[in-house]
């Protein structure tokens, strides 16, 4: 009668253990399976702090932030931006939106890369930021919305600073294995030093050399420059983007002057209004 009475209790310890084993594992899954929240907020400011500055040129820096815990993800959909809140040189209040170079799948931190310039009123607070202090940041914000498939292929027109929503969709198209989306990049800058995340840009044509291609344009090229010269051309766009269709779409962000140019030659061009969007 002992014996049978142990050997109940053992089997109902080890249906206890087996149970909890499961609900154990179950749970894992299920905080697995959970998409983290984002740290952002779209009606009030949080204050993330600056953990490194790196300077690119000399007006070109990289500030990475870190988020609440190691394991943080920001929470900005694929190519939108957020705003950033400052100082300007009079201590004036002033706010201006930004593109994160980062994705969610880097995970703890966010950086932007803010080419910083003499009476920018942004560019004074950014540049008189040190590693400690914190950035007030609101978001998401924008009205690009991607998802995998969604087209066959985007053409992307930027120009100076306008690259950082651009880099981070093609980052995104990427990075992902079962995206098979193409990219065509054509980025204009003034000269070969105004080219902002060329390192990365290159890396990206190196690693996905069939779905990545990049053209770069220069007003003021050096010698031996290979890339294209002056202004974005109705030429360099039917050569280096795809062709008018209902699949394709092509994305532009620069200087006012440059977005007025590039909506005019897409017209030309037979580009719908459906198949191109703004920044």
Known sequence: MDFLQEQSVETTVAVAVAVAAVAAGGAFLLLRSRKPKGCLDPENFRKFKLVEKKQISHNVARFKFALPTPTSVLGLPIGQHISCRGQDATGEEVIKPYTPTTLDSDLGY????????????????????????????KGP????????????????????????????????????????TKVHLIYANVTYEDILLKDEL?????????????????????????????????????????APAEDIQILRCGPPPMNKAMAAHLDELNYTKEMQFQF
């Open 141 to 180: 914000k924008g009205r690009f919305k991607y998802h995998v498939g969604q087209v066959r292929a985007f053409g992307m027109l930027a120009g100076g600073s306008g690259i950082t929503p651009m880099f981070q969709v093609a980052r995104a198209i990427l990075e992902n294995p079962n995206d098979n």
């Open 110 to 137: 966010f950086e932007l890369v803010i080419k910083m310039y003499p009476q920018g009123r942004m560019s004074h607070h950014f540049r008189e930021m040190k590693v400690g202090d914190y950035l007030s940041v």
């Open 202 to 242: 290159d890396d990206m044509a190196k690693t996905y050399p069939g779905r990545f291609k990049i053209y770069y344009v220069l007003n003021q090229p050096p010698e031996n420059w290979n890339g294209g010269v002056g202004f974005v051309s109705k030429e360099m766009i039917q050569s280096h983007c795809p």
